[in-house]
Nanobody, 121 residues
Framework: QVQLVESGGGLVQPGDSLRLSCAAS????????MGWFRRTPGREREFVAA????????RYVDSVKGRFTISRDNAKNTVYLQMNSLKPEDTGVYYC??????????????WGQGTQVTVSS
């Protein structure tokens, strides 16, 4: 079993940066793909980024490519989402998920409680 706790959200202005963290507990973290999703006013659960168990493979939704970077530190049982050049349309609740490195939320088994990101001037 894996438990996930997100942190790092907040209110920022367009163009600013934030780094989200997802701390995981459980022995299987190091062998689990991880992903970030977000819930926005227009979309219930949108895929944002994913990373393979060893960090060797990453994938992103087109709208964040070049601005967001997903990474992980298996020694710290933590996955990160560095978000640069934030836009108002990035506003939403960001969720960390474990169990896959794909783009479909149905392939993930464990979910965090979410952290709010608001981008507004």
């Amino acid at each position: 079993q894996v438990q996930l706790v997100e942190s790092g959200g907040g209110l920022v202005q367009p163009g600013d940066s934030l780094r989200l963290s997802c701390a995981a507990s459980g022995r299987t973290f190091s062998y689990s793909g991880m992903g970030w999703f977000r819930r926005t006013p227009g979309r219930e659960r949108e895929f944002v980024a994913a990373i393979s168990w060893n960090g060797g493979s990453t994938r992103y939704v087109d709208s964040v490519k070049g601005r967001f970077t997903i990474s992980r530190d298996n020694a710290k049982n933590t996955v990160y989402l560095q978000m640069n050049s934030l836009k108002p349309e990035d506003t939403g609740v960001y969720y960390c998920a474990a169990g896959s490195s794909g783009g479909s939320w149905t392939s993930y088994v464990y979910w965090g409680q979410g952290t709010q990101v608001t981008v507004s001037s």
